[in-house]
Nanobody, 114 residues
Framework: QVQLVESGGGLVQPGGSLRLSCAAS????????MTWYRQAPGKERELVAA??????TNYADSVKGRFTISREETRTVYLQMNSLKPEDTAVYYC?????????WGQGTQVTVSS
């Protein structure tokens, strides 16, 4: 059984930084694309950033140049968030295709406020 555990959310002032992590545990024999999503109150869930097993990355226009997705070996993916804005406030979820199945993390709250 694969589980994803997220960490790193919190309260930060505008212009600040946070680093989210998503760690996978369990038996893993195949990994594919890992994606960070976020959902703000009253809004639909949206894609933030993605990284393929080959290392290719993709970002939402709203976070390009500010957020960076990266992988450490095969079990941990990070989302470095810089120059945070109030509109980045949301619950952030990792979604990872592992062993041909889509797994979701529990979500971590990011609040950007002064």
């Amino acid at each position: 059984q694969v589980q994803l555990v997220e960490s790193g959310g919190g309260l930060v002032q505008p212009g600040g930084s946070l680093r989210l992590s998503c760690a996978a545990s369990g038996t893993i024999f195949r990994i594919s694309t890992m994606t960070w999503y976020r959902q703000a109150p009253g809004k639909e869930r949206e894609l933030v950033a993605a990284v393929t097993s080959g290392g290719s990355t993709n970002y939402a226009d709203s976070v390009k140049g500010r957020f960076t997705i990266s992988r450490e070996e095969t079990r941990t993916v990070y989302l470095q968030m810089n120059s945070l804005k109030p509109e980045d406030t949301a619950v952030y979820y990792c979604n990872w295709n592992i062993n041909y199945y889509d797994y979701w993390g529990q979500g971590t709250q990011v609040t950007v406020s002064s």
